[in-house]
């Protein structure tokens, strides 16, 4: 009968050891951390410039109603 072949044990070795690993992986998790506080004080910006947006637009409309409603009320004498 057929002996299996043998097969040669190899040592396992430590995997190769990138020494700029360490400060590379730092770097990448605080431009994590930088960019999603950006985004979070992005997004509060835009909420402030969409409030602010409404409040100008709705004071140019009351504005304008009341400056039309004057003038026909002086053109029809209400």
Request: no cysteine; aromatic share 8%.
């Amino acid at each position: 009968m057929a002996q299996p072949a043998r097969t040669h044990r190899r040592e396992r070795q430590a995997p190769p050891v990138d020494p700029s690993a360490v400060p590379r992986a730092y770097r990448l998790e605080r431009a994590k951390r930088f960019a999603r506080e950006r985004r979070a004080r992005e997004r509060n910006l835009a909420h402030l410039r969409f409030w602010l947006v409404l409040v100008l637009l709705t004071s140019a409309l009351l504005l304008l109603g009341f400056t039309v409603w004057n003038q026909v009320e002086q053109l029809f004498g209400l």
